[in-house]
């Protein structure tokens, strides 16, 4: 089974975590930059963190035979803070970085009129540098978030297959899909989508334009239900094809629409984690 989370904050992983990806069968990520739990002070924070997302952790994903991708954002949440709002003018250097395949995690948190701009104006920022959006939908009040959601998003006049538009239920499911975005689930042990609700899904709705992640985090989540996920479809009998499409062609499609998804020589670059075969050792 080979695998793209399409969704992973790997900044907060250890490194066992990549390696039991990597044996799981996980050969690409996607890391969109988010809130870090701590509130930053400064525009100069999310300059190093953006740094590591291109630098740092790419590196360190590819001693696992990981390859590994970043989207760039003013998160929803800190949106909010006005010593955080001059990120905005720094996105632009990051957005022509190869390894940026989108502008995102973008969207509301808490609804704020604060939110509204930032969101705007990052959408905006994604047509401008022909890249696809990676948006984010509030835990708390989800029919109307993304309601507002898909509002903001037709409003700004992004193509809507380069939208994905995440953390979505059986209460949001159809409302994206008519919108005709791409769907984002984020499959968590205990909140969230769980794999069997996400094959009830996968059921009803087919398989074009759904997005698995595991959007494993500093919270309780697990990098390894993209796996369980796709385990879960073949028992509900879906085919070892269906599968392909939901946990790699699918994130390939929408993120390649960037024309920076670069997977070259991924199969050569895969190691044995059993073995150690071709990992090289960091900090030796
Ligand atoms: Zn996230």
New binding site residues.
């Given amino acids: 089974m080979r695998i793209f989370d399409p ?1 992973i ?1 790997m900044t907060s992983r250890t490194t066992d975590d990549y390696e039991r990806m990597a044996a799981a069968g996980v050969r690409a990520v996607v890391e ?1 930059s ?1 809130w870090l739990g701590q509130p930053r002070t400064s525009a100069a924070s999310f300059t190093d963190y953006f740094d590591s997302l291109i630098g740092w952790e790419p590196f360190r994903a590819g001693q696992f035979g990981v390859r590994h991708f970043a989207t760039v954002a003013l998160n929803p949440k800190e949106a909010n803070d006005p010593r955080c709002r001059p990120v905005l003018d720094l996105l632009p250097r990051y957005l022509d970085k190869d390894a940026v395949v989108a502008v995102g ?1 973008i969207g509301y948190d808490s609804m704020t009129p604060e939110e509204d701009e930032a969101f705007a104006a990052q959408l905006a920022l994604a047509v401008a540098y022909d890249l696809p959006a990676l948006v ?1 939908t509030p835990h708390r009040d989800k029919a109307r978030g993304c309601e507002r959601t898909l509002a903001v998003v037709a409003e700004s006049g992004i193509e809507a297959g380069r939208v994905v538009v995440d953390h979505l239920n059986e209460v949001t499911v159809k409302l994206v899909r008519d919108s005709g975005c791409w769907l984002g689930f984020s499959i968590y042990p205990d909140t969230k989508m769980t794999p069997s609700r996400m094959v009830e899904l996968l059921r009803e709705y087919g398989t074009e334009r759904m997005l698995v992640n595991s ?1 494993a ?1 500093w919270g309780r989540s697990d990098p390894l239900l993209t796996r369980a996920t796709g385990e879960a479809m073949l028992l509900a009998g879906f085919s070892d094809d269906d599968v392909d499409k939901v946990l790699w062609r699918n994130p390939v499609e929408f993120y390649g629409q960037s024309g920076r998804l670069d997977l070259t020589d991924l199969e050569v670059s895969a190691v044995d984690p059993q073995t150690g075969n071709s990992i090289l050792r960091g900090g030796s």
């Fill in positions: 969704h904050h969109p988010f995690e984010h959007a985090d």
